[in-house]
């Protein structure tokens, strides 16, 4: 069941109604039901893995939960006397949980390429079946260990009651794509009782709305330009592949961005307030800042769960020390610091699936983000012997060109089929840029007329222009509250309109699904 599809709007409208209508105590109740509908509607069959990730995560909730409860119950001297066997039986338990959901989620998405690399290597023959991946498998299950890691420091008491718990692990909006929630954060607000408030309503139809002319009028209109040339590449010159690669930024960008807005808007329509996913990337002045304002709560998760615990273990801790004694300085200071930032930034590659180009997209941050923590005292020297205006706008347009180009180039191990093909197509986009290319007429032979190019530009300008404003510090919502009651009837209609009339919606429009629903 697609976010874009007219089946999923009448069930949203159907739900929203009910939710409102029943006793406010039974909301949690038809919210899972809801949630569950929705996963068999598009996922089938594969529900089992949802159930079973559920299931482990809760029963090791629990048992975190006695332990912790148990120990404190303790008189101080004998607590601390046992507390390094608590800690033990508790470390196992978390071992289990990471080990049974982090080993099913291997052999759902990375196996089959794990028994292909070896068997082209080695000759050998292992088995590398084509099983069906479970929907949003990589969150849920992120979202469900999570809690086990918070359950097993004692950041909150584990829930008792497996139903609220299995709302928690799979809440519809978010099951797709994210954002990746805590359950201090969104556990309390889904167990809540709400009234209806004609503000939350009215606030989170429009933020679907934005969504919904991010992802129907943008990506999906320039998404055809970008199928069209990666399904044959080599018959292009360079600088039409370096279009597409633009286009893709452009479709990812709208179409990741905008399955968010409209995740946080049914939140909003709910009287949930979802975990901000991003913060105005394209603003970015840096590398390392434009991952902290993208897909937000993945890069929040992988710094609590996989940075810190490794930059604070005991190997890190030692080569953190063999670094000062041998490098000494700032390099000294930072080597072990650096190389967790790598680790997490290979992760996150990683993360994005089973293939070379994932790998080497994460080297290629890791290693840029790393390579400049490393040389940041070396430009600190620089600024201070080159005679420019370090705070001025130029300066800054230029970091946020430089940051753009960065990420620009990593986009094409993404999209490219093949690392060697993302590789080739950047040789080609720097030996074989024609410019002729950009205006003999190519463009309009993927599907698209000069008018669908300008509607993808004009509105690239408008979502560029609004997001200026926020990160300016203004509030679209306040400015409009402040507005009569016609223009914020017409910021409402205009909108609509748009996405009627320029959307990729209609008669025989196939709903499409979310990129980042195949990670």
């Not at 089946?7 to 919210?31: A, S």
């Not at 840096?286 to 810190?308: C, N, P, Q």
């Not at 040789?427 to 840029?433: G, I």
């Not at 024609?434 to 032979?445: F, I, K, M, P, V």
């Amino acid at each position: 069941m697609s976010f874009t599809s007219l089946t999923f709007l009448v069930f949203l409208g159907v739900l929203v109604v009910l939710y409102y209508l029943v006793p406010r105590k039974f909301q949690w109740v038809l919210l899972l039901l809801a949630s569950y509908a929705f996963y068999l509607w598009g996922g089938g069959k594969t529900v089992v893995y949802l159930l079973i990730t559920t299931c482990t995560t809760y029963l090791a909730g629990r048992l975190l939960g006695a332990l912790n409860s148990r120990l404190k119950a303790l008189p101080a001297e004998e607590r601390k006397a046992r507390k390094p066997a608590f800690d033990r039986k508790k470390k196992q338990v978390v071992l289990a949980a990471c080990l049974l959901n982090f080993g099913l989620l291997y052999i759902l998405k990375y196996w089959s390429f794990t028994a292909e690399v070896i068997n082209n290597a080695s000759g050998l023959h292992l088995p590398a079946p084509d099983l069906l991946m479970p929907l949003g498998v990589s969150f849920f299950t992120f979202q469900s260990i999570s809690y086990v890691i918070d359950c097993y420091r004692g950041k909150y008491a584990p829930q008792e009651n497996l139903g609220r718990y299995a709302l928690f692990v799979s809440f519809f909006p978010q099951i797709i794509q994210g954002p990746i929630a805590r359950y201090d954060q969104l556990g309390p607000q889904l167990l809540g009782e709400h009234k209806l408030s004609w503000d939350q309503l009215k606030y989170g139809i429009q933020l679907c709305m934005w969504g919904y002319f991010k992802k129907l009028v943008i990506a999906e209109r320039i998404g055809v330009m970008v199928n069209a040339v990666f399904s044959d590449v080599w018959g292009y010159s360079g600088s039409i592949m370096a279009a597409a690669v633009l286009g893709y930024s452009i479709q990812l960008y709208c179409d990741f961005s905008g399955g968010i807005d409209i995740t946080r808007g049914v939140g909003q329509m709910l009287g949930i307030e979802m975990a901000e996913n991003f913060r105005r990337p394209l603003f970015a002045l840096s590398l390392t800042e434009y991952w902290r304002r993208w897909h937000i709560t993945l890069g929040a998760w992988m710094r609590d769960y996989v940075f810190y615990p490794i930059a604070l273990s005991k190997g890190f801790r030692k080569l953190g020390s063999f670094a000062r004694k041998h490098f000494g300085g700032v390099m000294g200071k930072i080597f072990a610091t650096s190389m967790a930032t790598f680790v997490v930034y290979f992760v996150i590659g990683i993360w994005h699936g089973a293939n070379f180009r994932y790998i080497a997209y994460g080297f290629y941050n890791g290693g840029l983000i790393t390579a400049g923590l490393l040389l940041e005292p070396t430009f600190v020297k620089l600024r201070e012997r080159i005679p420019i205006r370090w705070d001025g706008k130029a300066w800054h347009f230029f970091q946020m060109a430089r940051t753009s180009l960065i990420v620009f180039v990593g986009r094409y191990m993404t999209r490219a089929p093949r690392l060697l093909t993302a590789l080739a197509m950047i040789r080609a986009t720097v030996t074989d840029f024609q410019l002729q290319s950009l205006t003999d007429g190519t463009l309009l032979s993927f599907g698209l007329t000069a008018f669908d190019y300008w509607v993808v530009a004009l509105g690239m300008v408008v979502v560029t222009a609004v997001e200026w404003y926020q990160e300016k510090g203004g509030h679209v919502r306040k400015w409009m509250e402040g507005r009569s009651a016609v223009v914020q009837w017409a910021m409402v209609m205009i909108p609509l309109l748009v996405i009627v009339l320029l959307g990729a919606v209609g008669q025989g429009y196939v709903a499409a699904e979310f990129i980042y629903a195949q990670f």
